[in-house]
């Protein structure tokens, strides 16, 4: 039995990633579920009840084992403009691009055991339970071709950069809940959490992350920040090629529940689930700063051009500025570094009722709150060991023997309010038919949005059914769209100026499929 929970496990790891329904939380955890728009927390009728209400597992009659999967075609969209000298966004078009639309399997497997003549019912179970992620190829102003002295060619054809996100979380252990009276009950989930993160794409800082001293008496980040009448370079933010990659995370997750039966045409429950902290470690960070330097000798080279030297003598003048400055250009900057990241998944609250108004038809409605505003403030990494000469001399930190480089990537989200209703009417004894709708207001705001953390799903369609196939096998369907969302950014967009007043749109079709046994029928 371990071999197969453990072969269960590995499997949910390796095929995993998530597009989110609010933030980067699903909407339901169970074909039934999301037939009926996700509502779970006062219906006691299936395996997921580990996860959205786990006092729930002591109206279920039977031994079941449930095993479901969830097949995502995510539709990210993103569109940007070049920028104006002051950052604004132009009215010329620089992407206008659809994400892939790879599909995904997402599995999840739980199993509930009634102990005879006892009011204790114990549940075992592994359940994919949120993430987020994109998959884009765009243009970026900063890496055009460029010739051999570094200017731009004639043509300024672009290099496409690669924007991929990847943020996974699964949990699994044990739940247990207990029959305090025939209509009242208790539970509690004990559960490990994993999780895993990974971000390529381009990084932009602002130029005081570079705290390394130059010979004039200033730090290189006051030098690539100062006007150029000044003698410096102008840049508002500076940017490196990233690929931060291999951040794993196991944490602990606590759920609390309440049930009340009152009757069959009535019922209701409470469920908490407590804030999750997810301290990423034994990462590597692969950071090429080499565009944003060549675009900075570039700038110097033209400066001595506009004061009058030939093209190849500005070359010379700008290379010995460089090395003037203490860097070696044949080290290149390139470099590498170990990163860890710290995230939280917020704390939740919830409350979910069924009415029955006859034994056929049953509407459930659920209300969950979610904590974005405390987990997602920012994302902190940080950056030690870095290998490079000429980044370590540069930013002063983060390399080799220096301080770590700590990073507080803007997040800013708003907290969340769900409301999810749904209803099912058993046609037959052998087929069931539900219908839902799910509403979450979007947690990311436009001064944080963009296409790497595509979050920003509001309205969720969903509709479902059950057969029944055997007297035991249950096949439960569902189908849910996400309605698509457009959000424009804000100017300045906090996480890089390459977003401001760019347009991050999400929609995302999923099926659902699980398949229920009951073991003692």
């Known amino acids: 039995?371990?071999?197969?929970?453990?072969?269960?496990?590995?499997?949910?790891?390796?095929?995993?990633?998530?597009?989110?329904?609010n933030g980067t939380m699903p909407v339901g955890f169970n074909a039934r579920t999301f037939g009926r728009g996700g509502t779970s927390i006062g219906v006691f009728d299936n395996a997921g009840l580990m996860m959205s209400n786990p006092a729930g597992l002591s109206f279920l009659n039977e031994q079941v084992?449930?095993?479901?999967?969830?097949?995502?075609?995510?539709?990210?969209?993103?569109?940007?403009?070049?920028?104006?000298?002051?950052?604004?966004?132009s009215t010329t078009v620089l992407n206008d691009a659809s994400g892939y639309k790879d599909p995904f399997v997402l599995p999840s497997a739980a199993y509930v055991h009634k102990f005879k003549d006892s009011k204790f019912t114990l549940g075992l179970g592994f359940f994919t339970v949120g993430g987020m992620g994109a998959e884009f190829d765009l243009n970026h102003e900063l890496f055009v071709n460029r010739d051999a002295n570094g200017f731009p060619t004639t043509t300024n054809t672009y290099i496409q950069q690669k924007y991929r996100s990847r943020y996974m979380v699964m949990q699994g252990g044990l739940t247990g809940a207990y029959k305090i009276t025939d209509k009242f009950s208790v539970g509690i989930s004990a559960h490990l959490v994993y999780s895993t993160i990974g971000f390529n794409n381009p990084f932009s800082l602002s130029p005081t992350v570079m705290q390394g001293m130059t010979p004039m008496g200033i730090t290189f980040g006051k030098l690539f920040s100062m006007s150029p009448t000044q003698g410096g370079l102008g840049y508002s933010e500076v940017t490196s090629a990233a690929d931060m990659k291999d951040l794993k995370a196991f944490s602990f997750n606590g759920r609390v529940g309440l049930a009340y039966k009152f009757s069959d045409k009535f019922s209701a429950g409470v469920n908490f689930s407590s804030p999750v902290t997810l301290n990423f470690k034994n990462g590597v960070a692969n950071m090429d700063m080499s565009a944003q330097f060549t675009d900075a000798f570039e700038r110097v080279a033209h400066g001595y051009m506009q004061a009058g030297l030939p093209r190849a003598a500005a070359v010379d003048s700008a290379t010995r500025k460089f090395t003037l400055l203490g860097l070696d250009l044949t080290k290149g900057t390139f470099s590498q570094y170990d990163i860890t990241n710290d995230f939280e998944i917020p704390m939740t609250l919830g409350f979910g009722c069924m009415l029955a108004p006859n034994e056929k038809f049953r509407l459930a409605l659920d209300v969950e709150w979610v904590n974005w505003s405390k987990s997602a403030k920012s994302m902190k990494l940080t950056l030690t060991n870095g290998n490079n000469y000429n980044i370590n001399k540069v930013l002063g930190q983060g390399g080799v023997g220096q301080v770590p480089l700590v990073v507080d990537f803007p997040l800013n989200w708003d907290d969340a309010i769900l409301f999810k209703i749904g209803g099912e009417y058993d046609f037959s004894k052998t087929f069931t038919f539900r219908l839902g709708y799910a509403y979450g207001n979007n947690p990311i705001p436009n001064t944080t949005i963009n296409p790497v953390v595509p979050a920003n799903l509001v309205h969720h369609i969903t509709a479902g059914s059950t057969f029944n196939i055997t007297k035991r096998a249950l096949l439960n369907l569902g189908l849910e769209y996400g309605v698509k969302n457009s959000q424009v950014s804000a100017t300045p967009n906090l996480v890089a100026s390459e977003y401001n007043g760019s347009t991050t749109a999400m929609e995302n079709l999923l099926g659902h499929i699980s398949v229920t046994y009951y073991l003692n029928r």
């Open 65 to 89: 084992f449930d095993v479901n999967a969830i097949i995502m075609l995510p539709s990210p969209t993103f569109k940007n403009y070049k920028k104006n000298a002051d950052g604004t966004p």
């Open 1 to 21: 039995m371990r071999k197969i929970w453990f072969t269960i496990f590995a499997i949910i790891v390796s095929v995993t990633s998530i597009y989110a329904q």
